[in-house]
């Protein structure tokens, strides 16, 4: 059963006339994980945006999006925001843009839940303080307290992997979660990320860079290059046997990587 479906998205920026999605359809399996791959650019993130419906407004956008049966793009925003968060959280690639400058960790994480579930402030501490230790954060009544600028960025991402913990939703898109990180806390974040589909067998939306964690937590992939899908399949067959010039561009580019890295490393 597929828990998300977009059918003919097309995605245009209204003030310079310019197509940035020309025709996206793809349904994401329940309990499954699709990962979005391609060059930067190539209208992964306005793609996941579009589904959140979080894209800037001049960003324009047509086709359907349905949720659990509901087509989203019909819905008045004041449903949509019930939605997000709760049942479609995303995880975004700067921790600091996910979270309000002006106020602590604990504040931002309180408001988010009280809207959605309406918890006692007891409660939510006792909820995020277990979610946050589970992902590896020390400390999490300490951190609460601090503002976003005080933690690094795999601090952050963690804490935004904790509130998804915590807020079950149905869908988690993470849209590079990795990728402003270094490289300890990347391969850290990644392990939390496989963990939290183990335990929570949550769909995931995964756009990454990084195809060694592609090939590990995704079921099927989507290959996207200037706005268009150019290939899509289970993971293993577009690892092992990708059909479209660019896809086979991107796997030998990644086993060339691991080779060097490996004779570097003084294993081959
Ligand atoms: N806010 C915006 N206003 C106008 N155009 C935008 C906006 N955000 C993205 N775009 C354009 O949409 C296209 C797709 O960009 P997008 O950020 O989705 O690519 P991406 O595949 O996610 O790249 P990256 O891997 O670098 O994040 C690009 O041409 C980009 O310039």
Redesign the pocket.
């Given at each position: 059963m597929n828990i998300l479906e977009v059918a003919n998205l097309k995605l245009w920026?209204s003030v310079t006339g310019?197509v940035?999605i020309a025709n996206h359809s793809f349904q994401l399996k329940q309990g499954s994980c699709l990962a979005m791959v391609?060059?930067?650019?190539?209208?992964?993130?306005?793609?996941c945006r579009a589904i959140m419906r979080l894209?800037?407004a001049?960003?324009r956008q047509s086709g359907d999006i349905v949720f659990k049966g509901e087509n989203l793009t019909l819905l008045p925003e004041r449903e949509m925001r019930k939605k997000r968060g709760k049942q479609l959280c995303m995880i975004v690639?700067n921790g600091m843009s996910a979270f309000d400058p002006s106020c602590v960790i604990g504040v931002h994480l309180r408001e988010t839940l009280v809207e959605h579930f309406g918890w006692s402030k007891n409660d939510i501490e006792a909820r995020m303080k277990q979610a946050m230790e589970s992902v590896m954060l020390k400390n999490p009544m300490e951190l609460m307290n601090k503002y976003p600028h005080q933690l690094s960025g795999g601090m952050l991402q963690r804490v935004m992997i904790a509130l998804a913990i915590v807020l079950e939703p149905d869908v988690i898109i993470a849209?590079?979660p990795t990728t402003a990180l270094d490289t300890i806390s990347q391969f850290e974040v990644a392990e939390q990320l496989i963990r939290l589909r183990e335990r929570m067998g949550c769909s995931m939306i995964f756009?990454s860079?990084d195809l060694g964690v592609v090939q590990k937590m995704a079921d099927e992939v989507l290959v996207?290059k200037d706005?268009e899908i150019v290939e899509r399949g289970a993971t293993q067959t577009i690892f092992s046997d990708a059909r479209h010039e660019y896809t086979q561009h991107l796997v030998s580019a990644r086993l060339a990587l691991n080779h060097h890295f490996k004779r570097i490393m003084g294993r081959s």
């Open positions: 920026d310019k940035l391609g060059e930067s650019g190539s209208g992964k993130s306005v793609t894209n800037k001049w960003i690639q849209d590079e756009v860079h996207m706005g």
